[in-house]
Every structure is written in structure tokens, then in C-alpha cells.
């Protein structure tokens, strides 16, 4: 295991795991664990062994979001105080345009910013004490992205009642499982285990094709039916004759595990 001040790493095989570790803090995100996310996302793509990522975070929560313990006089809260007005962070992976799929393991309090990670990842998953809430409006606080980005995962009544109910009302493992947050609930013991699980199952895929879908099911969210298709159809003919196409039909016929070349 890579120790990082704020960030743990982990490769185990082809799946590596990323934990957020400022446990006194409930993980909340100041300047320097911005940096060392935006570092890792691309450190981690460009690493051929890795096919799939877990994301959690230490101790018993999983992130408070933004820290507010920064002086206000110190200026604007902002993880990226000099990017150009209206450009998107890179400490997500979707944000970081990283197409390896993304496994998220809610330990605990999601909060605020810490949404950030539950809507960009591919399978979120809760541990049965896990619970969520949005307290932007409540400290004063614009809430420009998060609310945007549950809208598209989970509808707009959930997101609009997370924005303005906060802190006042905190939505649990069950009920983020009903309305679509999570897509399951395991028991705390369990949560780490179960996510390693899932991240080795995909793990197997092939690895281009499995970056290819996942890039074109979320710029599908972009576009109407119609044009999302013809996208999708032009990725797939670019694909076709692929190295690990091939194989994996001859795999499947000889009844054996395919060897990909990516």
C-alpha cells in the first residue's frame, strides 16, 4: 500500500483502491486532498494493470464533504481557486474524463460535496449505517452541482427535496436503495468485501470494450434516444475486429478465460 498524507492507494491484481483518509474530519475535502485526487485519477488510468477502482473512506465516515474549517477571510472555499470561472474540478473520475469503472463503498456520513463521488461512480454501494444529505443551502452555500448531477441519476424529486431539506433531514441505506442513490445495501461489516467483489467481477471484462461502453452510456445521458444511438453505433464499428473481440469468441467457444492484450 502507497501511503499519502491524505490519500491511501492500494493495488491488489487488477483493481486498485482509493481511500480518503482524514478519518478525524469525516474525510471533509480541503485544498491538498483536491490535489492528491486530481493527481491520482490520471496516474490510475494510465496504468494498464488497473481495470477497476474502489473508492471509500476511512473510519466512520465516508466524506463530510467540503471543510468549512477554512477562515472565510482566507477567501472563496473553492477546490480550484486559479481554474478559469466554470470549469469543472478533475477529483472525480468522471470529472477527470477516467473511464475505468468506478466502484463506491459509502462507509458512513456522505454529505455536501462528498455527493460529488456517489454520482460519479458507476455502482454505488451503502453500509447499512451509511446516510446522505446536502447541507449547501443550510451553511450559506450555493449547491450548482450536486443537485444537477442527482437530478440526472435519480430524478428530480429526490434531488430537489435532498437540496432543500439539508441537514434537516438525512436520507437512509434503505431509502437511498428505493430511490436509485445505491443500487445495495450490505452490512458495515461487509461493505469492503462486497465492493472488492464487484470491482474484480468487472475486473474480467475486457478492458477497452468495458472503458468504450462506460464512455458512451454517460455521454448517452447527453443526447436525445436517436442521437445517443447512432453514437453508440459508430463506437461499435470502430471496435469491430478488435484484438480482445476476437478472442473473446474464441474464448467462449473453447470454454476457457480470455487473455486480453489490454
Not at 168 to 191: C, F, K, W, Y
Request: proline share 6%; with cysteine.
Amino acid at each position: 500500500m502507497e501511503r499519502q498524507d491524505l490519500l491511501l492507494v492500494e493495488r491488489r491484481g487488477h483493481v486498485a483502491t482509493l481511500t480518503l483518509n482524514r478519518p478525524e474530519r469525516l474525510n471533509a475535502l480541503n485544498f491538498e486532498l483536491f490535489a492528491e485526487l486530481m493527481k491520482q485519477w490520471p496516474l490510475l488510468d494510465a496504468d494498464p494493470t488497473i481495470r477497476s477502482i474502489v473508492f471509500t473512506g476511512a473510519g466512520r465516515g465516508f466524506c463530510a464533504g467540503l471543510d468549512l474549517s477554512r477562515p472565510l477571510s482566507a477567501g472563496p472555499v473553492t477546490p480550484t481557486p486559479d481554474a478559469p470561472t466554470g470549469e469543472i474540478p478533475g477529483y472525480t473520475a468522471r470529472q477527470a474524463d477516467v473511464y475505468k469503472p468506478v466502484i463506491t463503498a459509502v462507509n458512513g456520513v456522505c454529505a455536501g460535496g462528498g455527493l460529488h463521488f456517489v454520482i460519479d461512480s458507476d455502482i454505488v454501494i451503502a453500509s447499512e449505517s451509511a446516510t446522505f444529505f446536502d447541507p449547501h443551502l443550510n451553511v450559506g452555500r450555493v449547491d450548482a452541482m450536486e443537485s444537477v448531477g442527482l437530478a440526472k441519476t435519480v430524478g428530480f424529486g429526490p434531488a430537489v427535496r435532498l437540496m432543500l431539506l439539508g441537514r434537516n433531514e438525512r436520507i437512509t441505506a434503505p431509502r437511498a436503495l428505493e430511490v436509485g442513490l445505491v443500487s445495495e445495501v450490505v452490512p458495515d461489516g461487509q461493505l469492503m468485501d462486497r465492493a472488492t467483489e464487484l470491482a474484480e467481477a468487472v475486473a474480467t471484462c475486457a478492458p477497452l470494450a468495458t472503458q468504450i461502453s462506460l464512455r458512451n452510456l454517460w455521454d448517452s445521458m447527453n443526447y436525445g434516444i436517436y442521437e445517443a444511438l447512432e453514437r453508440g453505433t459508430k463506437k461499435l464499428r470502430d471496435y469491430d475486429g478488435h484484438a480482445d473481440e476476437i478472442e473473446g469468441a474464441k474464448a467462449f467457444m473453447e470454454k476457457r478465460e480470455p487473455q486480453w492484450t489490454t
